[in-house]
């Protein structure tokens, strides 16, 4: 889970590029050094079964380290990423961080595309990394959407829309949104999700340098003689170090 928030929200790396009509094109591009990265994150979830409840409060950080290994004949980046120290905080007990020395190396078209991807923990999936691009030249204002397909984590078809909100010198600001709700592989059973980012590139460095968001995930499962949920609220923040 905390790769899927983090990496679909945050996938690293971006080059923006300037037509002669002052448009700009979002393309990955490679970074001839590892781009270290801080991950910090804040959450709270409650769990309900009928008259029962528990609360769990949790933050962590993080340490990640991203790298392009080397492009391909195709045009693909090879990228690693992993996290190199980190740990979580469950209700004020300290734990190291379940990603720590996990990492996965993934194929990255210029566009987005994740084709195929390999690490050493059940957390990576390649729909968590994929960020569709789009094709067209952007400007301040101009929007487009990612749709996530169903996946057994969230079985719920999830569009994410995109914003450029506003480009200062070097920085392009980007704004997202996500709202979904719907039941899921069984009928008694919904969820609900939604989350707001904001994220900062300089196309100079052709890479994120600061991301801020907010989530809010409810999975509840209704019918005679049962009544559950989850319910949680998550902030973080990704901020390059170097």
Known sequence: ????????????????????????????KPRLREAVYTHYSQGESLFTNASYEKKINSDSQAYLGLRTLK???????????????????????????????KYIEYELAPWGEIPQAIGNGQQFKVNSLQ?????????????????????????????I?????????????????????????????NFVLKGNSQLIFNYEEGMIIRSESTQYLEVSIKRKGINRSTKMNMNSILELQF
């Open 131 to 159: 960020l569709s691009l789009p094709e067209k030249l952007v400007s301040i204002g101009s929007t487009w959407v990612q749709t996530v397909p169903k996946a057994p984590t969230f079985p719920l078809l999830t569009e």
């Open 71 to 101: 492009t391909l004949e195709n045009g693909f980046l090879l990228q690693k990423i992993g996290v190199s120290a980190g740990n979580i905080r469950i209700n004020g007990k300290m734990y190291a961080h379940p990603a720590l020395g």
């Open 161 to 189: 829309h995109y914003e450029i909100t506003n480009i200062l010198g070097s920085l392009v600001i980007i704004h997202s949104r996500i709202d979904v709700e719907g039941e899921g592989v069984l009928p008694s059973m």
């Open 1 to 28: 889970m905390i790769f899927r928030l983090l990496l679909i929200l945050n996938v690293l790396g971006y080059s923006i590029v300037f037509s002669e009509n002052n448009g700009i094109l979002l393309r990955y």
